[in-house]
């Protein structure tokens, strides 16, 4: 008969196999996560950059596979539930997407940009202005809805991406 050792070495085994323990421990932690999450505290507004950046990153996530850190970051910081149009985000970074870049995460496409396509400037270095983050002392800085914080006159920049 087996020892209750080599019986959890085996069910460890069988789970990590098929896949299933970094799932059930992702949402293991996102249960608990929620558990403890205080609603009656209230959460500071979501900017139109926040909204933009978690979106991103939710974007990155799921074509990832990441769905429990996903649910983490939805439930914490405030973003809606059902993600924001491709395309209206595409629209609000000012970034043209060729059909190649489409099949991957927008942040994928942006920091290639960012990484091959910088040509000239200062040895292939970007000067990056601070976004317009509000402070703790002074909410005036928070962007309307609908405007992004930077430079106004800057065009788009051309995502060229691979699918993986």
Known sequence: ??????????????????????????RIRAEVFNALDDQSESRPALSHENLLINELIREYLEFNKYRYTGSVLTAESGQPEVPLDRQFMANELNVVE???????????????????????????????????VPSEKNTRDIPETGVMAGPSGAGPFTLHGGCR
């Open 1 to 26: 008969m087996a020892t209750i050792a080599e019986l959890k070495s085996a069910l460890k085994e069988t789970l990590e196999s098929r896949g299933v323990l970094g799932q059930l421990k992702a």
């Open 98 to 132: 060729d059909p190649s870049s489409k099949c991957v995460p927008l942040l994928y496409g942006m920091l290639s940009h960012f990484l091959n396509d910088s040509k000239g400037e200062k040895a292939g270095r970007m000067f990056l202005r601070g976004p317009s």
